[in-house]
């Protein structure tokens, strides 16, 4: 079984840097390696209760030069009631089942909460932090992270295996 990983999306796949959302080079590309090795789901502000508009679809596939069905594929999580992005995460799936996962987001786009979540529950190491608005070239460098965590083949079945 595929590593999970949780997706943000603003100022980790798009810049703000201009104003207005655009992907940086590695955006696309990233994604569709992404899709390859893990079971991606958004965990991002475009879909706070769990299912992403259509049009927020379209729009994100024609940036990022992807197929809108694929990103169709991807789920959301649902988090938007309690304002906490962790909550987003299945921590049954990962803590009692030890399905691996890991979640690329920018750090501004995590509370406190957040990251007490994660490392009460034993899994601080999961998060990588990304921010392509600071840095364009931040999202390589979280690729070249999960290759080497989980090696470079599709199927997520690197060296890492759960917890």
Do not use: Q
Not at 14 to 38: H, I, K, N, Q, Y
């Amino acid at each position: 079984m595929r590593p999970v990983l949780y997706l943000d999306i603003d100022d980790t796949l798009l810049s703000w840097a201009s104003g207005s959302p655009r992907p940086v080079p590695s955006s696309g590309s990233f994604l569709r390696w992404a899709l390859e090795r893990f079971e991606v789901r958004w965990l991002t502000k475009w879909c706070p209760g769990g299912n992403m508009a259509d049009d927020l679809l379209i729009d994100l596939a024609k940036m990022l030069g992807v197929d809108r069905d694929g990103l169709g594929a991807i789920a959301g999580c649902a988090w938007e009631e309690s304002g906490i992005k962790a909550d987003g995460i299945a921590w049954l799936e990962h803590a009692v089942h030890g399905r691996d996962f890991v979640w690329v987001e920018n750090r501004e786009g995590l509370s406190d909460r957040d990251f007490e979540l994660l490392h009460m529950a034993g899994f601080g190491d999961r998060y990588y932090p990304c921010n392509v608005t600071e840095d364009e070239s931040a999202l390589e460098r979280t690729r070249s992270l999960l290759e080497r965590r989980f090696g470079g083949e599709p199927g997520g079945n690197g060296r890492e295996s759960g917890r």
